[in-house]
C-alpha cells in the first residue's frame, strides 16, 4: 500500500539555523499538508498546498516558515530561523482530488532545537 | 469558531470486549470526519470516514456513529485486540477550507 514518507526521522538543529523537512507524498494525490504535533499536544493544521501554490495556512504558519514542491515528488517545510518553540512532531500529509477524500499521513520528523 | 474533541483521555478494555471512543464537535466544524489511529513513534494512521449525510459506516471490525442532533460521533472497535492499543483522534475537515481540527486523543489499553 502506498504510504506518505518523511526524512529525516529526527533532526536536532540550533536555534536560528535553517531547517528543510522533506516528504515524498503518496503519488496520485494532488493535495499536499503539514501539521505538527508539540509533545502531548493536540496535532495543528500548518499549511495545506494545492496546484503548486498554498491554499490555505494557520496563525502558526509566518514568515519563518515556507513550503516548496521542487519537482514531482517531494514537498517540503522551510523553517529559515529556528525558535526553541519550533520543537514538535512535523507530519506531511496528501489526499486524492474530490471531496470526501480522507488524507494520508506520514510518520512524520522529530524536529529538536537546542 | 470550529472544535473538536474527545470526552476521555484514556480507555482500558479487556482483550475480546468491545471499545467505544466518543467524540464531540462544535456548531460550524464539519460535514467530514475522519477518525486516525497513532501507535508510538508513528503518524496518525487513516481508519474510517463519514460524511454528515450519513448516520452509520462500517469497515472491518470498526463501526462509526454520527449523530448530528447532538454533535457527537463515536468509534466502535469490535473484538478489540492488543494490536488495537494506540490513541485514537477523531478528525473534522473544517467547512470550505482544507483543513482538518483534530481532537484531543484517547489513549486505547486493551490488557489480557
Known amino acids: 500500500e502506498p504510504e506518505v514518507t518523511q526524512t529525516p526521522s529526527h533532526q536536532v538543529t540550533q536555534m536560528g539555523q535553517e531547517v528543510i523537512l522533506r516528504c515524498v507524498p503518496i503519488?496520485?494525490?494532488?493535495?499536499f499538508y503539514w501539521y505538527r504535533q508539540i509533545l502531548g499536544q493536540k496535532v495543528e493544521f500548518l499549511v495545506s498546498f494545492y496546484n503548486n501554490e498554498i491554499s490555505e495556512k494557520s496563525e502558526i504558519f509566518d514568515d519563518q516558515f515556507s513550503v516548496e514542491r521542487p519537482d514531482g515528488s517531494n514537498f517540503t517545510l522551510k523553517i529559515r530561523s529556528t525558535k526553541l518553540e519550533d520543537s514538535a512532531m512535523y507530519f506531511c500529509?496528501?489526499?486524492?482530488?474530490?471531496?470526501?477524500?480522507?488524507?494520508?499521513f506520514g510518520d512524520g520528523t522529530r524536529l529538536s532545537i537546542l | 469558531g470550529e472544535s473538536v474533541g474527545l470526552h476521555l483521555p484514556t480507555l482500558s478494555v479487556q482483550e475480546g470486549d468491545n471499545s467505544i471512543i466518543n467524540c464531540a464537535y462544535s456548531?460550524?466544524?464539519?460535514?467530514?470526519f475522519i477518525w486516525y489511529k497513532q501507535e508510538s513513534g508513528k503518524g496518525p494512521q487513516f481508519i474510517i470516514d463519514?460524511?454528515?449525510?450519513?448516520d452509520k459506516r462500517q469497515g472491518q471490525r470498526v463501526t462509526v456513529l454520527l449523530n448530528k442532533t447532538v454533535k457527537h460521533l463515536s468509534l466502535q472497535i469490535a473484538a478489540t485486540q492488543p494490536g488495537d492499543s494506540a490513541v485514537y483522534f477523531c478528525?473534522?475537515?473544517?467547512?470550505?477550507?482544507?483543513?482538518?481540527?483534530f481532537g484531543t486523543g484517547t489513549r486505547l489499553q486493551v490488557f489480557p
Open positions: 500529509a496528501s489526499r486524492r482530488a474530490g471531496a470526501g477524500q480522507p488524507q494520508h
Open positions: 503519488s496520485n494525490h494532488l493535495y
Open positions: 478528525a473534522g475537515e473544517v467547512y470550505n477550507t482544507d483543513k482538518l481540527i
Open positions: 463519514i460524511r454528515s449525510n450519513m
Open positions: 456548531n460550524s466544524a464539519s460535514d467530514y
